[in-house]
């Protein structure tokens, strides 16, 4: 399904994203710190930095500025859990 996608923000490294949930689940924190989400529908995206040549996305899934669930994904599948409340 195709999203607006914004490019404002720049692709996101997961260390960083991971380091972040060891202390926070709050999704007004993450967008300070991290900015705005590349692409918004029923989940929030965000672009993180290529591997092997590869696009992936941070999906995020929050409720009332509770991030409950974040996963890499790249354009057709999961690919590993990030945080899960």
Known sequence: ????YSTSTKPLNLRD???FFRTSDSY???????GEPNAEQIFCYYEL???SGEARYLQISEYENTI??????NE?????TVYDE
Do not use: G, Q, R
């Open 1 to 4: 399904y195709p999203y607006m």
């Open 17 to 19: 994203v991971k380091k």
């Open 49 to 51: 930095a290529t591997e």
């Open 28 to 34: 007004s924190e993450f967008i300070e710190l991290f």
């Open 68 to 73: 409950v669930y974040a996963c890499v994904v």
């Open 76 to 80: 057709f599948e999961y690919i590993e």
